[in-house]
């Protein structure tokens, strides 16, 4: 059979046609953990990675589910090298002081969270509550003016090296996301409480998550926050305990990476 150069053109024409239609039935989960696999086993501890590696059917569906579950920057990355613009404000931002209903308490009467982490954690309290504990706010929102202004301040009282490990730069504070909250007396000695107890072993199952578990400094760049806990949805707390030991930074790397290697490849 013989092309003509105009056959071949208007053959060309039509392949790029179908192309540009199907841009994405070429792009599997596979192409795109190629691209995270390196970062991922130089990153992660072995046990991690291994299980990961060797069981990626599965991996691949239930990080499907998280990221199809993904609501209002649940999962955005946000710390020391992934910083929140200066203009960032979560969406419908309430005061907890205005809902009528709450099973938790307020140290505070100017507690700001995001709607969308707070009846999760009015489930959370009423579930704890009926074990007989009590959960009490210390903090929840800030904007970046105000964690400027905070971190300004320890500088100023235990000078900038020593502060980086308990508090975050503007910009770095997942407190600016809204759906973060911080819990009793705010100290170590948290833990020790019934409800510091408590939240350790129960929040996940309502979607909440430790950010900075204990001895895990070298990896969040922060020290131990035994009251610190952060809103990522149920599924995604499945998903971390299941694939990356329950530890919340190394699940929200690896979703950072795996978004931005997707959309390269689209």
């Given at each position: 059979m013989y092309f003509t150069p105009k056959k071949i053109f208007s053959l060309f024409l039509f392949f790029a046609f179908m192309v540009s239609i199907y841009?994405?039935?070429k792009i599997s989960d596979e192409d795109i953990y190629k691209k995270v696999y390196t970062y991922i086993s130089k990153r992660f501890p072995k046990q991690i990675f291994n299980k990961i590696n060797n069981n990626r059917e599965i991996f691949f569906k239930d990080l499907n589910v998280v990221l199809k579950n993904e609501k209002e920057d649940e999962l955005i990355l946000v710390d020391k090298l992934n910083f929140l613009d200066k203009s960032y404000e979560p969406k419908n931002i309430i005061l907890l002081y205005d809902v009528k209903d709450r099973k938790y308490l307020?140290?505070?009467?100017?507690?700001?969270l995001a709607k969308i982490a707070e009846r999760p954690l009015q489930k959370m309290a009423e579930a704890?509550?009926?074990e007989g504990i009590e959960i009490m706010l210390s903090s929840g929102y800030r904007s970046y003016t105000y964690q400027a202004n905070l971190f300004s301040k320890y500088v100023n009282l235990y000078g900038k090296k020593d502060v980086q490990l308990f508090s975050a730069p503007p910009?770095?504070?997942q407190h600016q996301l809204g759906t973060v909250i911080d819990l009793g007396s705010i100290d170590d000695s948290y833990a020790d409480t019934a409800?510091?107890?408590w939240m350790f072993k129960n929040a996940w199952k309502y979607g909440w998550s430790l950010?900075?578990?204990?001895?895990?400094?070298?990896?969040?760049?922060?020290?131990?926050?035994?009251?610190?806990y952060r809103y990522l949805g149920v599924e995604a707390c499945k998903f971390q305990k299941e694939w990356f030991g329950d530890i919340q930074q190394y699940m929200l790397e690896f979703i950072d990476l795996w978004k931005k290697e997707k959309a390269k490849l689209n």
């Open positions: 841009p994405n039935d307020l140290e505070r009467y100017d507690i700001y704890a509550k009926k910009g770095a504070s409800e510091g107890k950010s900075y578990p204990k001895d895990m400094e070298h990896i969040t760049g922060y020290k131990w926050e035994s009251w610190h």
